[in-house]
């Protein structure tokens, strides 16, 4: 061969080794490529399905009945705020997707918590077995209450039940009792019938258990 022709040859494979060389690197890029965007549809994915363990429910649910339990609590149809509060920070670290899914998960626990504690005052004033206030009190506690209530429960709590079971005595529809009209009529012999008396008390509705109106609850 001449120069020339070796000079040609060595040229066209210096050529191919090169483009070889950089298909070599390229390649184990356009993996990393690849798998950066399957781990991001994964991600997608997991967020728009993403469910809570059995574990993260009970701590909701904990942590609401223990926020309704305060003895500071006035405001408990947006109680769910402040259990979002606590929340958020243990379970979804900022994640826009999953705050969403945990919102909906908290609001419809603190429904569930907010209509046990109705119905509880419920049976603690007219069901079949009506309990004293410090009974009652010790009850829901221990129901409520993160925690054993123990024998030092801060008599704020007691002053707490108090208010809600006289708030629902004068406002029974809120428990899902109403307060209806029978007639008491007494009749001398020998005189015109009076006029029957009529005495209040107090009855069962059909909002006894289960889910009430929106807003109609305490």
Known sequence: LTKADLATRL??????????????????????????????????????G??????????????AQDTIY???????????????????????FGNPSREKALMSVVKKTCSSVRN???QDLRNGICGDSPSMLAEFTYASAT???RGDPGLGLDIGF????????RFARENPST?????????????????????????RKI??????????PKGKDF
């Open 158 to 165: 007691t002053i707490h039940v108090a208010l809600l079971r």
């Open 70 to 92: 305060e003895a500071t609590r006035t405001s408990f149809m947006t109680m769910h705020t402040d259990v979002m509060v606590y929340s958020k920070t243990q379970l979804v």
């Open 203 to 212: 009855a069962a509705t059909s909002h006894g258990g289960g889910q009430i």
């Open 11 to 48: 040229y066209h494979l210096a050529v191919f080794l090169n483009h070889a060389n950089a298909m070599k690197q390229a390649a184990p890029q356009g993996n990393i490529d690849s798998l950066t965007h399957l781990l991001e549809d994964l991600r997608v994915r997991l967020d728009d």
């Open 175 to 199: 428990i899902g009792v109403e307060e209806v009209k029978d007639d008491d009529t007494t009749e001398d012999i020998g005189s015109s019938p009076a006029p029957p008396t009529k005495k």
């Open 50 to 63: 993403y469910t809570f363990t059995r574990e993260q429910m009970r701590n909701i649910r904990t942590q």
């Open 116 to 118: 046990s504690l109705r």
């Open 143 to 145: 129901k409520f209450k």
